[in-house]
């Protein structure tokens, strides 16, 4: 087979529109649960009248724990629409209580509390969960009506074929009503499930740089706009190749990334390009596509080529079904600020330097500190500086507290809010008091927490010039110290 004209190239992409679940450091487990997505389902609602009564009956699954429990109401005869009914829990005795509201059979309001513990993060503390929900929103309802036998008898059932999903405040163990997130980009655009039966993509803005050597391609970088047709999903990708091997690019959504809870799933784009062969790759999801350039020799060794706006299809690989309203729910990461400071709460420290002067009692502290998430150290973390500390050499009267005055501040949301320090030289003992605030699962209720760090700050290197002792631990290097006791 004759190699085709190198302005003819051949892009592989691979494109999963959903779902992919996004990185995670924690898998979605009760703990991450039940602070991301504290709610209910409710499914099988059924009320049947008869003359003097009405019996109710739902399943309430709880959604961080997912377990089912059946409830049952009685509402009699003369009861008014706005009184709330007590419904009773059927078989095993689960701490879930619940009242229900039935108003003039077009809808029924279900008030649910229920406590339960989850020990995944921490085995050796389970934490207690407290959750309410207040009748918002309501469950439509239809009613028919069967005479039989002489008695009317009336049943209602949910409108539509869905679960209604009640959402939760948690009463413990904070208070807090988690936010939900908007779902990926294009995932409620009309006739999206449809149209992704046969799914499609528009590259537009493509560029090629050549390495042209004497008519041979040796290699290059490609860039090029990718945008899901069904979805409006763009990308920006690209990537270099040697040779005429096929090369992998990396695609990055347009989209700004915000802050706050994360989306679960993501969409994602990969693609290949390959300069030269025509071999189709068997993908996941794929389309692909020639895509016309026009390349204009630039100089001796270089080449650069354009593309038009270029549209093909692909044919859709996966599809699975995904549980209810899951695309609107954070993502379970440990990254949260509340989350890693109730199951693991720990600050980060980084160069941390001592200053002294042979013959003073005080001299001068300097460290990094920023709250440990899941995430990685930011690298930029709040300084603590001061000067005036007694401690520092051996002659010295023992450690002192003193007030954190911070140099800079890194990220913000993982700065104490408050903190004192004190520094043991003899033992290289760190003890850190600090107050810090987290506001990333309901941003209307901050939750203020406080703790104590003690730390062994990792050897120290010493240099002395012009009478000053300068020691610091490795620049940039990071180590971590476990909060003993966090109160909230
Ligand atoms: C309900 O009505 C039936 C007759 O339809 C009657 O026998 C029964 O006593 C009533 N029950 C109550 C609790 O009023
Ligand atoms: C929830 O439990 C049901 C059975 O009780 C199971 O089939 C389902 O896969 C579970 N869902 C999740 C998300 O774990
Ligand atoms: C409904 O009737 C029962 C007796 O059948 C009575 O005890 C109750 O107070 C009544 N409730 C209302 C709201 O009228
Ligand atoms: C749920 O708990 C709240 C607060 O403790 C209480 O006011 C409410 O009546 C409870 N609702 C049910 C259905 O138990
Ligand atoms: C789904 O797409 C098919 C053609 O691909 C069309 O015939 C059908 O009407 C569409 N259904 C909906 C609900 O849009
Ligand atoms: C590479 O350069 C040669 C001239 O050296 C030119 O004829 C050829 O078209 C270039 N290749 C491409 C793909 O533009
Ligand atoms: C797609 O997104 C672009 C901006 O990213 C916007 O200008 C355009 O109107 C969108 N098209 C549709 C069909 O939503
Ligand atoms: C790819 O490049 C190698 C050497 O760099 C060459 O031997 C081979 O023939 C090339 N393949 C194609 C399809 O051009
Ligand atoms: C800090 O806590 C983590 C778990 O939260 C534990 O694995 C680790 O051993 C602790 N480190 C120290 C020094 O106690």
């Avoid at 009699?76 to 009773?88: F, I, K, L, R, Y």
């Avoid at 085995?123 to 005479?147: K, M, N, W």
């Avoid at 354009?306 to 309203?325: K, Q, W």
Wanted: with cysteine; hydrophobic share 35%; glycine share 8%.
């Amino acid at each position: 087979m004759a190699p085709p004209p190198a302005s003819w190239a051949i892009l592989t992409f691979l494109l999963i529109s959903l779902p992919l679940i996004s990185g995670q450091q924690l898998a979605a487990a009760c703990t991450t649960n039940s602070f991301t997505i504290p709610s209910w389902l409710i499914e099988n609602f059924q009320a049947v009248s008869a003359t003097n009564a009405t019996a109710v009956s739902f399943v309430a699954n709880n959604r961080a724990t997912n377990t089912s429990t059946e409830l049952r109401c009685r509402i009699p005869g003369n009861a008014t629409a706005t009184t709330w009914q007590t419904c009773t829990v059927r078989g095993a005795a689960r701490p879930v209580s619940a009242s229900l509201q039935l108003a003039d059979k077009v809808a029924a309001r279900i008030q649910l509390n229920e406590t339960w513990t989850c020990n995944d993060l921490t085995p050796a503390r389970p934490l207690t969960f407290t959750a309410t929900a207040v009748g918002e929103p309501s469950l439509p309802i239809i009613c028919a009506t069967d005479a039989r036998s002489g008695t009317e008898i009336e049943t209602c059932i949910s409108a539509t074929d869905d679960p209604l999903m009640v959402k939760a405040s948690l009463s413990s163990p904070i208070q807090a009503t988690p936010g939900s997130v908007g779902g990926p980009l294009g995932h409620d655009t009309r006739g999206c499930s449809n149209s992704s039966r046969l799914p499609s993509w528009e590259v537009s803005a493509s560029q090629l740089n050549l390495r042209n050597i004497s008519g041979v391609i040796e290699g290059g970088t490609a860039f090029l706009q990718i945008r899901n047709k069904i979805m409006n999903y763009t990308a920006n990708c690209g990537g270099q190749f040697d040779g005429n091997r096929t090369a992998t690019l990396s695609c990055t959504a347009q989209t700004s990334v915000t802050k706050g809870p994360r989306e679960r799933y993501a969409i994602a784009t990969t693609g290949t390009f390959n300069p030269i062969t025509f071999a189709r790759y068997a993908m996941f999801g794929t389309g692909s596509a020639q895509i016309p350039f026009q390349c204009e020799v630039f100089s001796p060794a270089v080449t650069f080529c354009t593309g038009d706006p270029y549209s093909f299809s692909g044919r859709l690989v996966n599809l699975e079904p995904l549980p209810p309203y899951s695309l609107r729910d954070p993502s379970p990461v440990g990254e949260s600020c509340t989350i890693s400071s109730i199951v693991a709460p720990a600050f980060r420290f980084s160069d941390f330097e001592t200053v002294t002067t042979p013959g003073q009692s005080l001299g001068s502290i300097r460290f990094g500190i920023e709250l440990q998430t899941g995430g990685q150290f930011t690298g930029f973390p709040s300084t603590v500086s001061r000067g005036g500390i007694s401690g520092l050499s051996p002659t010295d009267i023992g450690p002192a507290w003193y007030p954190c005055t911070f140099e800079s501040i890194g990220e913000q949301s993982l700065t104490p809010t408050n903190c004192a320090f004190r520094y043991d030289a003899d033992t290289g003992v760190l003890g850190v008091n600090a107050d810090w605030r987290c506001n990333d699962l309901d941003a209307a209720k901050p939750v203020s927490f406080t703790g104590e760090v003690r730390t062994q700050v990792p050897s120290l290197m010493c240099t002395t010039t012009g009478g000053r002792t300068r020691c610091t631990t490795v620049p940039g290097q990071p180590w971590s110290g476990n909060v003993t006791e966090v109160f909230w």
